[in-house]
């Protein structure tokens, strides 16, 4: 529904629903000031920014409740309007009397965001500082709330306004070249138009970047375990969150449905999404936690497609001579050129679950259980895969998969995040 961008005076309940020690009621526009009066018996003027310890009154005189009343005069106010805030008891039955009384006086009932909106339109916010207020409140974590707040602080937006103030200097260039050609100076040949245009882009591109970093700590991964029943999928997602968030048996099967658990990795939030065993079965319960399983793969951001290491190296693996020759050289994930008679495939096993395999970003395996084939935890890659030897009960390697999902969408960390922002 459209935002009425009338001069109506508003009022509504701001904090919480439920019950509280405290319950604010904002009243906003040109009848704040006299509702406010008629609702206290106040004859005089309040004092602006001065906290009025007042009763308030019902139709019948009789008293309601009592607490402060703070006046914010316009246009030094948060909606650049005059603003009432009445603070009083916060139970809910209460709240909704003194609501229900304000709006007889005059006001009515504000719609979501509309306070937000008058400050815009009154150009007391601009739209980043509009959303920061709602990233602020939905903040899930410390890092998300430091680069909220600087957005709401203006820091997004005195980037933005940097860029356009470089751009029109940039143009002032330009056009000084095309308007006086005879000048000695030749701004478009000497090199100076070249150079700024090169500052604007990388600029820019840091932008780019930190807004990458922003929205990642607002929006955070959807990370995927799969694989078949009794890889271990949910002794990792327990793992991960820190408690028991999921059944665990040696019974195959004992998670049929879609489990969701958020955690935190240095600031970036991590929707983690444990799933039913990939297996063909004729249980119907089962089917259905299944194709489930198959969905939220394709709408995750990663897959952590995770195996016994106990059982399956066995039934996937080839015969090579080197390495080398199905591993990459990396930096990051450091390759040996040890002889070995056998290694791991990991497109054979990705074979069973996945038609097309996908890609070497969104999918990386996990080997489970390494402390049952006295394997020490380890990263490499095989094949252009990240491949993760662990184990989720004994808590071995659990870091450096922390490491690798921050990796995967290039998350530094909440120094990097000056702001926060939407994909």
Do not use: W
Not at 64 to 82: K, M, R
Not at 138 to 153: H, I, P, T
């Amino acid at each position: 529904m459209k935002l009425s961008t009338s001069n109506d005076t508003i009022a509504a309940i701001a904090t919480p629903n439920g019950r509280g020690g405290v319950g604010i009621i904002r009243i906003s526009g040109a009848k704040a000031v006299a509702i406010a009066m008629q609702l206290t018996q106040q004859s005089t003027l309040f004092t602006a920014r001065y906290a009025h310890f007042k009763r308030f009154y019902a139709e019948d005189n009789a008293v309601l409740d009592e607490g402060l009343v703070l006046y914010f005069p316009n246009p030094h106010s948060f909606t650049g309007e005059d603003v009432i805030e009445l603070q009083g008891h916060g139970g809910p039955v209460l709240m909704d009397m003194l609501l229900k009384r304000v709006l007889d006086l005059g006001a009515r009932m504000a719609q979501a965001g509309e306070f937000s909106q008058r400050a815009f339109l009154n150009d007391k916010l601009d739209l980043t500082q509009a959303e920061a207020i709602a990233d602020l409140i939905d903040a899930a974590s410390q890092a998300a709330v430091k680069s909220a707040s600087r957005s709401l602080q203006g820091a997004f937006s005195q980037r933005i306004n940097t860029l356009l103030d470089s751009l029109i200097h940039l143009r002032l260039y330009v056009e000084a070249a095309i308007d006086f050609p005879d000048e000695e100076i030749d701004f478009l040949s000497d090199g100076v138009v070249a150079e700024k245009l090169q500052q604007v882009r990388d600029n820019l591109q840091t932008v780019l970047n930190e807004a990458k970093q922003g929205s990642l700590l607002r929006e955070g991964l959807r990370v995927v375990i799969a694989g078949k029943p009794n890889a271990g999928k949910s002794s990792l997602l327990n793992a991960l969150a820190g408690y028991e968030a999921a059944i665990v048996t040696d019974i195959a099967g004992t998670t049929r449905d879609v489990l969701r658990e958020q955690i935190h990795i240095d600031g970036l939030p991590l929707h983690i999404i444990d799933t039913a065993g990939l297996r063909d079965t004729g249980d119907a319960v089962e089917r259905e936690g299944i194709r489930r399983a198959y969905h939220e793969i394709n709408q995750a951001d990663g897959v952590l497609l995770v195996y016994d290491l106990s059982t399956e190296l066995s039934l996937n693996t080839q015969i090579v001579d080197n390495l080398s020759t199905v591993g990459d050289k990396s930096e990051s994930y450091p390759q040996t050129n040890q002889k070995l008679s056998t290694v791991f495939n990991p497109l054979a096993l990705a074979k069973q679950f996945f038609d097309p395999i996908p890609a070497p970003e969104k999918l990386c395996f996990v080997a489970n259980k390494c402390d049952l084939v006295a394997q020490e935890p380890h990263i490499t890659r095989i094949a252009g895969y990240t491949h993760i030897t662990l184990s989720a009960r004994q808590d071995m390697g659990l870091e450096q998969l922390r490491t690798h999902l921050k990796a995967l969408v290039g998350y530094q960390d909440a120094e990097h995040s000056p702001f926060i922002a939407r994909r």
